[in-house]
C-alpha cells in the first residue's frame, strides 16, 4: 500500500511538475535528468585517460597510461576521476548548482560521480569533501561538495566526514593567478584538527569537489589530509578542465606515456 501511494503521488507531481532537462528545460522521461540533445553536449570522459589526472587522450595506446602533465608535475592525491570535461553544459550545471541555488542538481551530479569514481570508492575509507571557510558559508548557506560528498557516501554506502578537514583562513579566488600565486594563496589553508586526526589515522580518503581546475586546490588539501594522518588521497569531481593540443603549465596534454 505504501509503495502504490508513492507511485501515485510521483504520477500526480509528474503531472503538475512535468519532468523537464536541467540544462534546457525541454521535457524528459524522468526527473532530474538531461534532454538527448544536451546529454549528447556533455562531454563524458571515458578511457583511455591518464591514470593519475584523470585528463582524457585522444588516442588509446592500450596500456595504462600516464600524461606528460602528471610525469612533470606529479600531484599530492594519487588518483583523480571526473564524471565530463569543464565545457558549456558542465559549466552551466556546476554553476546551477554553486551559485543558482539549484541544490536539487546536488542528487544527479553525486550519481554520476559515484559511477565515474566507482574504482576510487573501492579502495575509499572515508569521503571528504573540500571544505569551505565559515564566511563563505554564511554567504551561500550551503557547501556544493559536502552535498554531492553525502550524496555520492548514500549511493555507495561508504562513511562521509565533513568536518574531518576545515579551510582554516579564507581565500581569493584562484581564477587569473598564476601557479606560484595558487600555492601562495592556498598555503595552509587547509588543516585536520588535533581531535579530527583520530577519525581520519591510516583511511583512504576519497577527496570530493564540483570542479577540478588547476589542481592547487585539491593539492592543497589532499596534503593537509596526509600531514593529519589519511595514508592516500583520491579525487573524484563532476567536471575538469581539460586542454587539448594545448601547453598548460609546460606540458601538452595530449600527449602520453605508459607507465
Known amino acids: 500500500m505504501v509503495g502504490t501511494a508513492r507511485l501515485a503521488a510521483t504520477a500526480l507531481i509528474d503531472i503538475v511538475y512535468p519532468p523537464s532537462c536541467l540544462v534546457c528545460q525541454a521535457a524528459t522521461a524522468e526527473p532530474r535528468a538531461l534532454c538527448a540533445e544536451c546529454w549528447g553536449r556533455l562531454r563524458l570522459i571515458e578511457r583511455p585517460y591518464c591514470e ?27 588518483r583523480a576521476r571526473a564524471v565530463a570535461r569543464y565545457d558549456e553544459t558542465a559549466r552551466l550545471l556546476a554553476h546551477r548548482l554553486k551559485y543558482g541555488d539549484r541544490l536539487d542538481l546536488a542528487s544527479t551530479l553525486a550519481g554520476w560521480m559515484t559511477r565515474a569514481g566507482a574504482e576510487l570508492l573501492v579502495d575509499a575509507d572515508l569521503i571528504v569533501p573540500v571544505p569551505m571557510h565559515r564566511s563563505r558559508i554564511w554567504k551561500r548557506r550551503f557547501n556544493q561538495a559536502a552535498l554531492l560528498a553525502d550524496g555520492i557516501a548514500r549511493r555507495s554506502g561508504r562513511r562521509a566526514d565533513a568536518f574531518v578537514l576545515t579551510r582554516k583562513r579564507p581565500t581569493r579566488p584562484q581564477v587569473g593567478l598564476s601557479r606560484a600565486e595558487r600555492r601562495a594563496n592556498l598555503s595552509g589553508a587547509f588543516e585536520v584538527a588535533e581531535e579530527a586526526k583520530v577519525r581520519l589515522a591510516g583511511l583512504r580518503v576519497l577527496l570530493v569537489d564540483d570542479v577540478l581546475t588547476t589542481g592547487s586546490t585539491a593539492n592543497a588539501a589532499a596534503r593537509a589530509l596526509l600531514r593529519g594522518g589519511a595514508s592516500a588521497v583520491d579525487v573524484v569531481v563532476f567536471a575538469t578542465v581539460v586542454h587539448d593540443g594545448v601547453v598548460h603549465d609546460g606540458v601538452v596534454h595530449d600527449a602520453f606515456a605508459t607507465t
Open 52 to 78: 593519475r589526472l584523470g585528463t582524457p587522450f585522444s588516442v588509446d595506446a592500450g596500456a595504462a597510461l600516464l600524461s606528460p602533465a602528471a610525469i612533470a608535475n606529479p600531484p599530492v592525491y594519487e
